[in-house]
Nanobody, 125 residues
Framework: QVQLVESGGGLVQAGGSLRLSCAAS????????MGWFRQVPGKEREWVAT????????YYADSVKGRFTISRDNAKTTGYLQMNLLKPEDTAVYYC??????????????????WGQGTQVTVSS
């Protein structure tokens, strides 16, 4: 199995940027598609973005399209989520996840057997 650890969260003002990282260990990262999700206490988990095993396909939720960019470096076994033009409504705990699934947008969290512990992102107005 693969272990995932997120980092890079923090407090930022609206309009600012953050880059989240997801470090993978245990198995070759290129075997997995990667996704980012977020969750606010008391609300359902929300899918944010997905990137395919090779990085050639990327999918985004409408709420972040044009502001967030998902990427990966399989040589470094790390995935990234660059978040620009942040808004207060982006405040959440962000999780990275790994999936064997291919050929879909990866928006269903049930496709992901491996999850990180999460990193808090807080955007102040």
């Amino acid at each position: 199995q693969v272990q995932l650890v997120e980092s890079g969260g923090g407090l930022v003002q609206a309009g600012g940027s953050l880059r989240l990282s997801c470090a993978a260990s245990g198995r070759t990262l290129s075997n997995y598609g990667m996704g980012w999700f977020r969750q606010v206490p008391g609300k359902e988990r929300e899918w944010v973005a997905t990137i395919s095993r090779s990085g050639s396909s990327r999918y985004y939720a409408d709420s972040v399209k044009g502001r967030f960019t998902i990427s990966r470096d399989n040589a470094k076994t790390t995935g990234y989520l660059q978040m620009n033009l942040l808004k207060p409504e982006d405040t959440a705990v962000y999780y990275c996840a790994a999936t064997y699934s291919t050929g879909t947008s990866g928006s269903d969290g049930r496709l992901y057997p491996y999850w990180g512990q999460g990193t808090q992102v807080t955007v102040s107005s």
